[in-house]
């Protein structure tokens, strides 16, 4: 388990609110068992059981898993990095 501890990883703009503008904050849901946190402007990236597969700090931000594959940014650009079918 995960502890509630980290700050809201993504933000969705609210059609309803009076100018469309107003900000939702959530979290990234965990996505073939690996979640991105982030705390303190700090991402990482952990698995379902909790272990820490992006040590805090690596990348600057970290977009959830699709199809294995991670989009990172890293000095103001972005990349993908895949994970290993035994790395699950």
Known sequence: ???????????HYDPASYNGLDEIEYCYAAT?????????GRWEMRDSKNEV???SGTFEEILPVHNRKCWVKK????GVIQFDQDEK
Request: net charge negative; aromatic share 18%.
């Open 32 to 40: 073939e068992c690996y979640v991105p946190l982030v705390k303190d």
């Open 1 to 11: 388990m995960i502890p509630f501890e980290y700050d809201a990883s993504w933000k």
């Open 75 to 78: 000095d103001g650009k972005w």
């Open 53 to 55: 597969i992006i040590p």
